[in-house]
């Protein structure tokens, strides 16, 4: 193939950081090719050598450049899309918020695209990286840990707006500047469990999923243990069930066959507490009257069940809709926000329906 002619660059683009609106102008630079060389080798590979190709694509991947899958639009520098992921939709407090987010980005003008992650760390990489590469404007996530996020650490990096949706992050620390809308874990499940307490029960034990795919369960244990701990009571280690949607009989029989078995679950999701319930009637129990279940998040499909479920109520489509709102002033504002913002939106108790008095006294 004969040589190309090199088109002269911009001193201004020796300097460019990962990340910080690379262009392709910045990889062919970097790559010591011609503009339309490096154009090439994300449009028709085929016509460029794969010595030159191998160096085009090592440069981009230094420079954290991503070929634009909608470059009909790069001329403008916004898409008006939005990025989504959420851990699932087969848990309706994501489905709910889902709702909130919806009807909030498409009234100011806004497409979404909504991915996935299952609650794992390896597939929220993945997931964000295919939101980048159709050149989000910017997105709304939720993830397993806010604390401790190799996702949001790369968006962080690469000055990605985005808000999280059910994370709380810190007050204090190096995350605490990340812009998050969720209610105040911690203290509303505490509020629940004291909620427990009140009704007669000493013995609560906790029912969560996995405390690595979640740091909401982590934090709603946490305030279970700040109430049981001020009331003089015995902090229960947590159980973790596999699986919210699968029968977990046989967990919950060991616990209910003991000498001290709990008169009361907390439960740190609804629908854990539903599958809870199921589990106790098919063990012959009556709930409440032989043992009580509260639940956390307040999907309407809790107020279905005979009895209603109690459980903790957050506003999950407030949630998605207050977290598209915060993400719009971010792309609006000029400058950008150099610190973060923790909303925190107001959480409710509804006690009734699963939970009375215990049956025999603790």
Same mark, same amino acid.
């Given at each position: 193939?004969?040589?190309?002619?090199?088109?002269?660059?911009?001193?201004?683009?020796?300097? /460019?950081?990962?990340?910080?609106?690379?262009? %392709?102008?910045?990889?062919?630079?970097?790559?010591?090719?011609?503009?339309?060389?490096?154009?090439?080798? !994300?449009?028709?590979?085929? $016509?460029?050598?794969?010595?030159?190709?191998?160096?085009?694509?090592?440069?981009?991947?230094?420079?954290?450049?991503?070929?634009?899958?909608?470059?009909?639009?790069?001329?403008?520098?916004?898409?008006?899309?939005?990025?989504?992921? %959420?851990?699932?939709?087969?848990?309706? +407090? !994501?489905?709910?918020?889902?709702r909130g987010i919806e009807e909030s980005a498409m009234a100011a003008g806004y497409s979404?695209?909504?991915?996935?992650?299952?609650?794992?760390?390896?597939? =929220?990489?993945? #997931? +964000?990286?295919?939101?980048?590469?159709?050149?989000?404007?910017?997105?709304?996530?939720? +993830?397993?840990?806010?604390?401790?996020?190799?996702?949001?650490?790369?968006?962080?990096?690469?000055?990605?707006?985005?808000?999280?949706?059910?994370?709380?992050?810190?007050?204090?620390?190096?995350?605490?500047?990340?812009?998050?809308?969720?209610?105040?874990?911690?203290?509303?499940?505490?509020?629940?469990?004291?909620?427990?307490? /009140?009704?007669?029960?000493?013995?609560?034990?906790?029912?969560?999923?996995?405390?690595?795919?979640?740091?909401?369960?982590?934090?709603?244990?946490?305030?279970?243990? @700040?109430?049981?701990?001020?009331h003089g009571l015995p902090v229960l280690d947590p159980v973790n069930l596999p699986s919210?949607?699968?029968?977990?009989?046989?967990?919950?029989?060991? %616990?209910? @066959?003991?000498?001290?078995?709990?008169?009361?679950?907390?439960?740190?999701?609804?629908?854990?507490?539903?599958?809870?319930?199921?589990?106790?009637?098919?063990?012959?129990?009556?709930?409440?009257? @032989?043992?009580?279940?509260?639940?956390? @998040?307040?999907?309407? $499909?809790?107020?279905?069940?005979?009895?209603? $479920?109690?459980?903790?109520?957050?506003?999950?489509?407030?949630?998605?809709?207050?977290?598209?709102?915060?993400? $719009?002033?971010?792309? =609006?504002?000029?400058?950008?926000?150099?610190?973060?913002?923790?909303?925190?939106?107001?959480?409710?108790? #509804?006690? =009734?329906?699963?939970?009375?008095?215990?049956?025999?006294?603790?």
């Amino acid at each position: 193939m004969p040589a190309t002619r090199r088109a002269a660059l911009p001193p201004r683009l020796a300097s /460019a950081e990962p990340g910080q609106g690379v262009t %392709l102008a910045d990889v062919a630079l970097a790559a010591k090719v011609s503009l339309a060389t490096a154009s090439r080798v !994300f449009s028709h590979p085929q $016509l460029v050598r794969e010595a030159t190709a191998q160096r085009v694509h090592e440069a981009a991947q230094r420079l954290s450049f991503r070929p634009n899958l909608l470059g009909a639009k790069l001329r403008a520098q916004r898409t008006r899309i939005i990025g989504v992921m %959420l851990p699932t939709l087969d848990n309706a +407090v !994501f489905a709910e918020c889902w709702r909130g987010i919806e009807e909030s980005a498409m009234a100011a003008g806004y497409s979404l695209m909504l991915v996935t992650s299952n609650y794992d760390p390896a597939r =929220e990489t993945e #997931r +964000v990286e295919y939101l980048l590469r159709h050149r989000v404007d910017g997105m709304v996530l939720t +993830v397993a840990d806010a604390s401790d996020s190799t996702v949001l650490d790369q968006l962080d990096r690469e000055s990605v707006p985005y808000v999280l949706a059910y994370n709380q992050v810190p007050a204090e620390g190096a995350v605490a500047g990340r812009h998050s809308v969720s209610v105040d874990n911690r203290t509303s499940a505490c509020e629940g469990v004291n909620a427990l307490i /009140a009704a007669g029960h000493r013995r609560i034990a906790v029912i969560s999923g996995a405390f690595t795919a979640s740091d909401r369960a982590r934090q709603r244990f946490a305030g279970y243990a @700040d109430a049981m701990r001020a009331h003089g009571l015995p902090v229960l280690d947590p159980v973790n069930l596999p699986s919210h949607t699968a029968s977990n009989a046989a967990q919950i029989r060991a %616990l209910m @066959d003991g000498g001290q078995a709990p008169t009361a679950f907390f439960c740190t999701n609804d629908l854990l507490a539903i599958g809870v319930i199921s589990d106790l009637k098919r063990l012959g129990l009556r709930v409440p009257r @032989d043992v009580s279940v509260l639940g956390y @998040d307040g999907i309407a $499909l809790g107020a279905l069940v005979e009895p209603p $479920l109690a459980t903790v109520v957050q506003p999950n489509a407030d949630i998605g809709a207050h977290a598209i709102g915060e993400l $719009l002033q971010r792309l =609006e504002a000029v400058p950008p926000a150099a610190n973060g913002h923790a909303t925190l939106l107001p959480h409710a108790i #509804r006690i =009734e329906g699963t939970v009375s008095a215990p049956a025999m006294p603790a």
